[in-house]
Nanobody
Framework: QVQVAESGGGLVQAGGSLRLSCVAS??????MGWFRQAPGKERAFVAR???????IYADSVKGRFTISRDSAKNTVYLQMNSLKAEDTAVYYC?????????WGQGTQVTVSS
């Protein structure tokens, strides 16, 4: 069964750090990345690996978030530093297989100010 599963969310104070993990199973995805959805807002792109392996970030997280991966573990990480209250959201991992995007169940990140 093809799926992705996130973990690592939680409650952190502003200025703190969290690392999210996303484990892929059942396949090797063409591309993987992270999105987030804040209350009352649409799901938004955060970071992903491009087709050539380059890292692509939303402007709002550049310099604070880092996407990385461990291919041996089929896992993608999102290191989040200098967290702000506006980073509060449900974070979703996504894996692309051809034209199909697989979503995880999401993990809540709450940043208290």
């Amino acid at each position: 069964q093809v799926q992705v599963a996130e973990s690592g969310g939680g409650l952190v104070q502003a200025g703190g750090s969290l690392r999210l993990s996303c484990v892929a199973s059942g396949t090797t995805f063409n591309s993987m990345g992270w999105f987030r959805q804040a209350p009352g807002k649409e799901r938004a792109f955060v970071a992903r690996f491009g087709w050539s392996g380059d890292r692509i970030y939303a402007d709002s997280v550049k310099g604070r978030f880092t996407i990385s991966r461990d291919s041996a573990k089929n896992t993608v990480y999102l290191q989040m530093n200098s967290l702000k209250a506006e980073d509060t959201a449900v974070y979703y991992c996504a894996g692309d297989l051809g034209t199909i995007r697989y979503w995880g169940q999401g993990t809540q990140v709450t940043v208290s100010s």
